[in-house]
């Protein structure tokens, strides 16, 4: 069974840091290029990463660019994603999502979300 | 990066066949056969219903289906049940910041 959970999430003040991982299980993770989405309470959907499967392509959605880095550990299944300089309107729940083998722009398998509230 | 546009609510009485549109730019929808839809139930994850504008995955019913015209794309649910009442998105490829999701379209089942 395909699953992807991530953790990390939680309370922080403006402008600080936390650092979001998403395990994969029950699939080959090195042939799957992999993204964040986030979801802001109430809000829809926004991408905000890409990475590629061997890590050589990244991208960032303007919105968060410069302040969000985007990393991968084949060897350990997961996915992370390092969060600074945080501010109110990052308030979410971020998603690890799988892009299909040889389906691009897609995903076929979402995580549960971890949610980061960004708050004094 | 400006998000795809769709209708913020649409609605339908059960039997019925509602679409609902995605509209983008000559940069996005208009020059990309790369636009999927995905269902959201409230508190759920997502889940994939049309990919590359028309395909269905496995598992989704046939009375789900994509198409596009021009800089628009479109999500049209046939035989409309009580079951498809949800949050529905857009997302499509968009060049440089690759992919770019519509604000959403609740439907309601009436």
């Known amino acids: 069974e395909v699953q992807l959970v991530e953790s990390g999430g939680g309370l922080v003040q403006p402008g600080g840091s936390l650092r979001l991982s998403c395990v994969a299980s029950g699939f080959d993770f090195n042939i799957h290029n992999m993204n964040w989405v986030r979801q802001a309470p109430g809000k829809g959907l926004e991408w905000i990463s890409y990475?590629?499967?061997?890590?050589?392509?990244?991208y960032y959605a303007d919105s968060v660019k410069g302040r969000f880095t985007i990393s991968r550990d084949n060897a350990k299944n997961s996915v992370f994603l390092q969060l600074n300089s945080l501010r109110a309107e990052d308030t979410a729940v971020y998603y690890c999502?799988?892009?299909?083998?040889?389906?691009?722009?897609?995903?076929?398998?979402w995580g549960q979300g971890t949610l980061v509230t960004v708050s004094s | 990066q400006s998000a795809l546009t769709q209708p913020a609510s649409v609605s339908g009485s059960p039997g019925q066949s509602i679409t609902i549109s995605c509209a983008g730019s000559?940069?996005?929808?208009?020059?990309?056969?790369?636009v999927s839809w995905y269902q959201q139930y409230p508190g759920k994850a997502p889940t994939l219903t049309i990919y590359?504008?028309?395909k269905r995955p496995s598992g989704v019913s046939s009375r789900f289906s994509g198409s596009r015209s021009g800089n628009t794309a479109f999500l049209t649910i046939s035989g409309l049940q009580a079951e498809d009442e949800a949050d529905y998105y857009c997302c499509s490829y968009a060049g440089t910041s690759p992919w770019v999701f519509g604000g959403g379209t609740k439907l309601t089942v009436l």
């Open positions: 590359e504008g028309t």
């Open positions: 000559s940069r996005d929808v208009g020059s990309y056969n790369l």
């Open positions: 990475i590629s499967r061997n890590s050589d392509i990244i």
């Open positions: 999502a799988r892009e299909p083998q040889t389906i691009a722009v897609a995903v076929d398998y």
